[in-house]
Every structure is written in structure tokens, then in C-alpha cells.
């Protein structure tokens, strides 16, 4: 089955340009470790998902890029060209010339409507050209005027014409001192539109990523290309191929649709948090060695302590003590409750790693059994160069608080109507502000008492 | 009028310079289409566009206004006279004689029909037009006077399109003597009718020139400057070397102007359009003054800049001496502040230099992390990187008093008036609607610095009935 990317704005077109190189430099890549046979389906398996060869030389990525200006449209279609192992359809891009300058009811009232014939003919287009259509992944970021409004108003277009695909969003959460000073309204209201319309939001932070840049990949003077390159390497260790179950033959052919099953089993709960270990510069690859006992210790470690990364991780945090008669009560503090878990493992020895620490009752909310909420995917096939990772994929508490944040602060500007003019003037009126902040803060109080 | 047109030579002189340095196979592309046209002037300028190709003639999509010959016959026999095309000046010969009623009211009626017919030709040759730049004084007959009619015209036949204003204010010392009047008579339509306004004050631009004049003739520095780095400098452009006094001024705001539209016209990584300037930095409808302020003034021909260097460009954007007006506003209050970036300068730096500066600076509850950042990746030319910083500030709040400080002084003793008031359409309510104006909008500030030393209180959530 195969996902149809759609990029939105200049941070979902930068993005997915990351992943689809990150993707094909990996399939490429001679550090597969395993069989040549094993090699050979991952490498099939991975061309369905993410490409269209067909009368090309070199594969096409399944993808359709929207922007409402043209310069980052047009770098990123030449720039893939350029790599000759991969590129865009030339025709598979909408763009236009005014931007929308920041401003979410812009991009949703305006350029929205305006524009939904063109570009739903271009996902019209993209679909047909799967065998079989595993879903959309949408990729944009919640700061800025055409990924949040835009996007938010496709996805409800892809919900309405694609009643049974399922639809995963990739959001880039902005730094929390800001990009865009009107931030914490768009992502308030992209937030609360997209969670009537999208199966699960999959967050990355900038803030977060850009830690890993600094601390984890020592990168000096970190650009935004070195962000994206983190966040593609992240989500390419979630999307390329797997197993998902114990004596599977074949890969997973519905990566988007088996994500959605194990993870997101009420609606109300969609805001999935993403983790992978270990992360470090390419040149330190070949000195290092890792154990995957050790590396299952840290990433359950994080996972409960809720560490975005695989240093500074708090090893005082301890789930709550099994047997105790009132769960809320004895729940140590910082301890982050999950509703699901998957996690995925690539490598060398993958069949053989006990993850029974991650089937612990106590890391779990009372109403899902542990058979249920937890999950893991295996591939023998390493990725990325690394001889063994380790992926996790959580519905928890992971984005509780940055939500909360970003909730509070909009609701700050808000009380004092700073900026509404700028929304009301496209449509978006202070009722509309109101519903959207409600819908979240049921979204915060749901995880909050997981 | 005289400055508005002796800056825009200035700027379209540096653009062609930005360009040609960046556009080295001399093909007409997306970057030059947002300020010029590409035409085939065999067909005598009238042909239709060249949209893509290589570069026949530019022509400015500028219109030039002034209600006397001299300065814009000059710019029409210098350098820079093929940028612009006999149908975009519109031009008398007596002048407005520095009143604001003059060029407001006698050649706005007068001229208004041709205007908006230029207007129209012009907007017809833009594929998606987003923005109108009007540059003007504040203090003269024309700019001041038929420079605002302008704008509430480009407010009737144009309301999508944003209006940017960039206006030189008069210092104390102006030798018009009525500057007052006109300026606070053209504020009044600044208030109504401008997207967003950047003041612009001589005395700064003055400052800024003899800091420079000081430092390379100290001989303190040991290194040469990169003549053509200077923000003053008009080295590398079309015109001679002999510079006029106001020249080396009119650079900064040309400079300034370019910077702006950087990130609008060249790639980057974090692109910012005109459109986000205004959404992000305009609060509330009437509070659109910006303070801008210029880093580098000049490039040492070193090559390698360490990270200190870099770091000291963020520092001086916020210094009281780069700021384009007499303004302060490390001691003011921010209601949004944005930083336009050019050149080798990563999401890092720029991070790590909004953290260092942060807790010196004051910010409005509402907007604590109140940011707005953009990366351009092609520097200004002679610089490796540059910041231009916009800043929504109370610090213009001085500049307003004093202005109306120096209106109440003639006003009183009813000086001059009789100049105004003597032009149809003229009447005592005009100067007193226009000083209640200017002092609503010293008062709106006002409030706003009152909650400066206030305690911060959050306001309560919404509460979820679980």
C-alpha cells in the first residue's frame, strides 16, 4: 500500500524533501545487514510505500506539494532533480504568489476555498497512481499562515473525499520563543480543526529537535536543514518497512492504517509523541556499540520520565507502586502515563530483544489491557547505517505540557485581543477563537487525568 | 516630493547594484520581477511584458510624484534615467510651497484622476501585487500633503493591497518653519489610512553618517572598511562618485527598504513576506509605527567574522545609535519586535542570541516570547550577513509628544494658519481633529506603558466540566 505525502508550506516542503532523501539514501545504502533476499522485500516493500516508477529512470515520489508562494516549491523541486536518485512529478505542485502572511484564517477562509478544486485534482491524481492507497501524510508546521490554515482546511477536503483513508498530520511545534509572534493562536486553532478531521497528529518539537542537534549530533552553527535532517532520520525509523507481527513473512503493507490500530483507540485521545535512539554524528557510527538491553533500559526510561532525549534522562522517576488501591493518589509526580505504546526495532538481533518492561500494568491508564496497548514492529534490516535502533511512538502524556503551554499563552493574548483584528478581518471571528480554545482544553483535561 | 523622490533614486540605484550582484547570467527571474518590469523598448515601452528570458530593459514599478521639476528632471538625465518610463511621473512646476493643504487638498483635486489612471497602469503590469511602498517627508508641501492623498487613494481603488509607509519625520531644528503643521496634518492620515509606518528622523540618519565619518578617519581600527559595505555608500551603483550630502542619508533608508523586502525577493530558510510584517508587528489596528534599526554599518574587510562578531551585529541592533528615530527602546516597552536576518547566519545564532538579549529587554505580558524571525540566505553586497530589527515599541511615543509640542507652539499663537486656511476644503477643524489624533495615539501608548511595571497576571483558564 502506498501513502500519498502531502507538503504544506515552506517547513512541510522542506520536511518532506528530507524524508524522501533520508528514505531513498537509506534503501540505497550498503550497511543493510541482513540477507540479500531480506534486502530485496525491504527495497520493494519501501519503493510501494513512498515512490512511482513508472516510465522515469529514476523513482518518483508519491507527494504533492502545496505552497502559497513559489520560491521554496521551486528550490525543492530542483534540488531533488539534482540528487539523480530521486525527484518530484513536475506536475504534482500548487503553488501561488501572495503567501499568507502568517495569518491561519487566511490560509483556511481564504486561500482554502479559493483553491480546493486545484489542489484536491492533484491528490485526486497522486491516489490514482497507488495500487492500492494506504493513506495521506500531511507534514506541516503549526507556526505559519499556509500550513496550519491551509493545511487544516485540506485535511478536512481529504476527510470529505477520502472518507476511508485514514490520515496521519506531522506537526512541527515552533520554538516556544517564538518564530511567528501570532504562533500560539494558529497553532490553537490548526490544533483544534484538525482533530475533527485527522485519525493522529504526530508531533515534533523544534525546540526538542534542536537540543538533539546541539547536544547529541554536536553540530555547531545548527541550521534548519540540520532540524529537518533529525526529524526525517526520526520519522524514516517509523515508516520504513517492518514487521508488525511475530512470524510475519512479509511486510507490513499498511503501515499508516496498523499505526492507527495499535495507538489511537479513542478519538478523543490523537496527539502521538515520537522517540528514537540511539542519535549521533554519522562519523561516530562505526565506534560505537550498543546493547539492546541497554538501549530498551533507556528508551522505557524515557518514555515514563518523559525525556525528549537519550541524555539528562531523570532516572529518579519510578511508575507508581503496583497494588496500591487508588492509582491517582500515589502517582509519583512526572511520572507520564501512556495509553499506547509502539515500539519499533531495527537490526541486528531484533528478534531475540525482550520488551517485557514495556508490557508493565503500571505504565499503563486502567482502561486498556497491556496485551492491547502495547506493540512492536521488527525489521532485521538495520536503518539509516545504525546497527541497531530503536523507535517509540506514544499516545501519553509526552505533549500534555507543551499543549498546555501553548493553550495558556494564546489564551493570554486573547484575553487581551491583541491581533483578532487580523483574523476577523478574513472570517474568523472570537466565537470561532472560543470553540477552538474549548476543544483543547477538553483534549488537555482528557490526558490530564489518564 | 524632493526627499521622497531623492530617496527612491537612492533606492532603485541600490537594487539594481543588490541584483546584478546576485543575478550573474542576466535572466530576468522572480526576484527581479517584484520591483522591476522586463520590457523590449524598441516597441517604444509600450510593448507588452518579457516574463521570462534575459533581461531586455528594466523599468522601476515606481511612480514619481513631485510638484516641482528640478528633482525629478535631474534623476531623468542621470544614471538611472532608463529605469523609468515618461508615463509613471506625474509633475508640476510651482511646488506646494511647504503646505500641507497645498499638496493635500489644490493638487490632490487636481492631479487625482491622472494618479489613479497611472495607478491602474501600473498594478495591470504585476502578475500577484501585494504591497505599495510610499516614501515621503513629513515636514514639506508635497510629500507631506499630496503624499497622504495618495494613500487614501491607494486605500479606495487598492484596499487588499498593504500600504507601507516609510516617512522622514523633521527634526526640532527644520528650517521649514511650518513643518509641525504639516506633519501632524499627514498624520492624521497615517493613522487612518497606512498598513504600517516606519519613522524615519534625520537627526538619527545624521548621527549614523558621522559615527561612520569618525571611525574610518580615526585610523583606530587598523583594518580597511569594504567601501561598498558602508550603509551610507553608493559605491558599485550607476551614480558618480561625487555624492551630494543628503546622499550618504538617503543610502540608509534605501538599505533599509531592501533589507525589508530580502526575505520577500531572494531564498532563505525561514522565508517572511510583506504581509507577515504587518500581521505580525500590528497589534491593534492603529498601533503600526515601527522603530527600525540597521546592523552592520560596515564590513572590515576580514573575512572570517568569529561568532562574537556575529553576536555583537544582534547586540547593536537594540543600541540606542542604530535606531533609525531619537528613540530608546531597550527602556520602552515591546509589544512585538521582528528580526530579518541576511547571510550566513543560522537558526542557532539567532536563537541563541533572542536568549541573551530577552532579559534586557521589556515585553507586554500578552506577547513575553513575542518574536518574529526570518533567514534569508543572500547577504546585502560587501556584507556576509546583516539584521534588520522591527520593533513595535512605545519608545515612538517621545517623538509623537514632541512633534505635537512643537504643533501647539505655533498653533496657539495661530501662526502661519492663515496659509492654511485660505485653500478650499481648508477649515480650523482639520488642525484641531489633526492634533486630537496624534494625542489619542500618544494616549493609547500611554496605557500601554502603564502596565509596564504592573504584576503580571495571567487570566483564568476555561474550565472543562469533566
Not at chain 1, 509502539?342 to 486502567?366: A, C, E, M, N, Q
Not at chain 2, 498624520?187 to 558621522?210: G, Q, R, T, W, Y
Request: with cysteine; proline share 4%.
Amino acid at each position: 500500500m502506498s501513502i500519498v505525502t502531502v507538503q504544506l508550506g515552506q517547513c512541510g516542503n522542506q520536511i518532506g524533501h528530507e524524508l524522501f532523501s533520508a528514505v531513498c539514501r537509506d534503501v540505497h545504502g550498503t550497511h543493510g545487514l541482513c540477507s540479500k533476499k531480506e534486502n530485496e522485500s525491504y527495497h520493494d516493500a519501501c519503493k510501494e510505500r513512498f515512490f512511482c516508477q513508472e516510465e522515469s529512470e529514476v523513482p518518483v515520489a508519491r507527494a504533492v506539494l502545496v505552497d502559497m508562494e513559489p520560491k521554496v516549491i521551486s528550490q525543492t523541486l530542483a534540488v531533488a532533480a539534482r540528487s539523480g536518485s530521486w525527484k518530484y512529478d513536475d506536475r504534482s505542485h500548487f503553488c501561488q504568489k501572495q503567501g499568507s502572511g502568517n495569518n491561519w484564517a487566511n490560509g483556511y477562509s481564504v486561500h482554502g476555498p479559493r483553491h480546493k478544486e486545484a489542489i484536491m485534482n492533484l491528490m485526486q491524481k497522486e491516489a490514482e497512481k497507488c495500487d492500492r492507497l494506504g493513506g495521506f501524510f500531511t507534514i506541516m508546521s503549526m507556526a505559519g499562515g499556509t500550513g496550519s490554515g491551509l493545511g487544516a482546511f485540506v485535511t478536512q477536503c481529504l476527510r470529505d473525499a477520502f472518507p476511508n483513508s485514514f490520515i496521519l498530520n506531522h506537526i512541527i511545534w515552533p520554538y516556544g520563543t517564538g518564530e511567528v509572534i501570532v504562533q500560539n493562536y494558529n497553532s490553537v486553532l490548526t490544533l483544534s480543526h484538525l482533530y475533527q478531521s485527522s485519525d493522529a497528529l504526530l508531533v515534533h518539537e523544534n525546540d526538542v529537535i534542536h537540543k538533539i542537534c546541539a547536544q547529541l549530533m554536536n553540530i555547531k552553527q545548527i541550521s534548519f536543514r540540520d532540524v529537518n535532517q533529525v526529524i526525517a532520520h526520526q520519522l524514516g525509523s517509523v515508516f520504513q518497512p517492518a514487521y508488525t507481527a511475530e512470524g510475519d513473512s512479509d511486510y507490513s503493507r499498511n503501515p499508516l492504517g496498523d499505526l492507527m490500530e495499535t495507538l489511537v483507540p479513542h478519538p478523543e485521545f490523537k496527539m502521538l509523541g515520537l522517540r528514537n535512539l540511539p542519535q549521533m554524528p554519522e562519523n561516530f557510527l562505526a565506534y560505537s556499540t550498543f546493547s539492546w538491553p541497554g538501549l530498551i533500559k533507556h528508551l522505557r526510561q524515557m518514555l515514563i520520565a518523559n525525556a525528549k532525549m537519550e541524555e539528562g534522562i531523570d532516572w529518579q522517576v519510578r511508575p507508581p507502586h503496583p497494588g496500591s488501591s487508588s492509582r491517582s493518589t500515589s502517582k509519583p509526580l512526572h511520572f507520564n502515563t501512556s495509553l499506547a505504546n509502539l515500539v519499533i526495532l531495527r537490526g541486528k538481533d531484533t528478534h531475540s530483544v525482550d520488551l517485557g518492561s514495556f508490557r508493565d500494568p503500571s505504565l499503563y491508564t486502567s482502561w486498556l489491557s497491556p496485551q492491547d496497548a502495547f506493540n512492536a514492529w521488527r525489521t532485521p534490516r538495520a536503518f539509516n547505517k545504525y546497527e541497531k535502533s530503536a523507535a517509540l511512538v506514544s499516545n501519553s502524556q509526552f505533549l500534555l505540557q507543551p499543549l498546555d503551554s501553548v493553550v495558556g499563552k494564546a489564551w493570554n493574548m486573547f484575553a487581551s485581543k491583541a491581533y483578532v483584528h487580523q483574523y476577523t478581518k478574513f472570517g474568523i471571528e472570537e466565537e470561532d477563537f472560543l470553540d477552538s480554545f474549548t476543544a483543547l482544553e477538553q483534549v488537555i483535561s482528557s490526558y490530564t487525568i489518564l | 516630493g524632493q526627499c521622497g523622490n531623492q530617496v527612491g533614486c537612492r533606492f532603485w540605484d541600490l537594487a539594481l547594484r543588490e541584483h546584478a550582484a546576485v543575478n550573474k547570467k542576466g535572466i530576468y527571474d522572480e526576484a527581479l520581477s517584484s520591483f522591476f518590469r522586463n520590457v523590449d523598448t524598441r516597441s517604444g515601452g509600450d510593448g507588452a511584458d518579457i516574463y521570462k528570458g534575459k533581461i531586455r530593459s528594466l523599468k522601476a514599478r515606481a511612480l514619481l510624484i513631485d510638484m516641482e521639476e528640478g528633482v525629478v528632471n535631474e534623476i531623468l538625465q542621470g544614471p538611472l534615467r532608463d529605469v523609468f518610463d515618461s508615463k509613471q511621473l506625474i509633475t508640476d512646476v510651482s511646488g506646494s510651497g511647504n503646505n500641507w493643504a497645498v499638496g493635500h487638498k489644490v493638487y490632490g483635486c487636481q492631479y487625482r484622476e491622472s494618479i489613479v489612471e497611472k495607478l491602474r497602469k501600473a498594478a495591470e503590469h504585476c502578475d500577484c501585487l501585494q504591497c505599495f511602498f510610499i516614501i515621503h517627508s513629513m515636514g514639506g508641501g508635497t510629500g507631506s500633503g499630496l503624499g497622504t492623498f495618495v494613500l487614501s487613494l491607494l486605500e479606495d481603488e487598492f484596499p487588499e493591497v498593504y500600504r507601507f509607509v516609510t516617512s522622514v519625520y523633521p527634526s526640532g531644528e527644520d528650517d521649514v518653519i511650518t513643518s509641525p503643521y504639516n506633519s501632524v496634518l499627514a498624520m492624521k492620515e497615517l493613522n487612518e489610512h497606512a498598513d504600517c509606518v516606519l519613522p524615519i528622523e534625520n537627526e538619527s540618519l545624521f548621527d549614523i553618517v558621522n559615527k561612520i565619518h569618525q571611525m574610518i578617519n580615526s585610523g583606530k581600527l587598523g583594518s580597511t572598511v569594504k567601501p561598498k559595505s558602508l550603509v551610507t555608500s553608493s559605491a558599485g551603483g550607476a551614480k558618480a562618485v561625487q555624492e551630494k550630502p543628503f546622499d550618504a542619508m538617503n543610502n540608509i533608508i534605501a538599505n533599509l527598504l531592501l533589507n525589508l523586502t530580502s526575505s520577500a525577493r531572494f531564498e532563505g530558510s525561514l522565508n517572511m513576506d510583506l504581509n507577515e510584517i504587518s500581521m505580525n508587528l500590528v497589534p491593534f489596528p492603529r498601533l503600526h509605527y515601527l522603530v527600525s534599526s540597521l546592523t552592520p554599518l560596515y564590513t572590515l574587510a576580514d573575512v572570517n567574522i568569529p561568532p562574537r562578531r556575529l553576536d555583537q551585529m544582534f547586540s547593536d541592533a537594540f543600541s540606542r545609535d542604530h535606531q533609525l528615530i531619537q528613540a530608546d527602546p531597550k527602556h520602552s516597552l515591546y509589544l512585538a519586535c521582528a528580526l530579518l536576518v541576511r547571510g550566513n547566519v543560522q537558526v542557532s545564532d539567532l536563537r541563541r542570541n533572542i536568549e541573551r538579549l530577552k532579559p534586557s529587554l521589556h515585553f507586554i505580558s500578552w506577547n513575553q516570547e513575542g518574536w518574529k524571525t526570518s533567514l534569508c540566505s543572500v547577504p546585502p553586497v560587501g556584507h556576509s550577513h546583516s539584521l534588520l530589527a522591527l520593533a513595535n515599541n512605545t519608545c515612538v511615543k517621545p517623538t509623537f509628544m514632541e512633534l505635537r509640542d512643537r504643533f501647539m507652539k505655533l498653533y496657539k499663537k495661530k501662526a502661519h494658519l492663515h496659509h492654511y486656511l485660505h485653500i478650499e476644503g481648508m477649515e480650523q477643524s482639520c488642525f484641531s481633529e489633526a492634533v486630537a489624533s496624534l494625542s489619542d495615539l500618544i494616549e493609547e501608548y500611554n496605557e500601554l506603558d502603564a502596565t509596564k511595571d504592573e504584576p503580571r497576571t495571567d487570566p483564568p483558564r476555561l474550565k472543562i466540566a469533566v
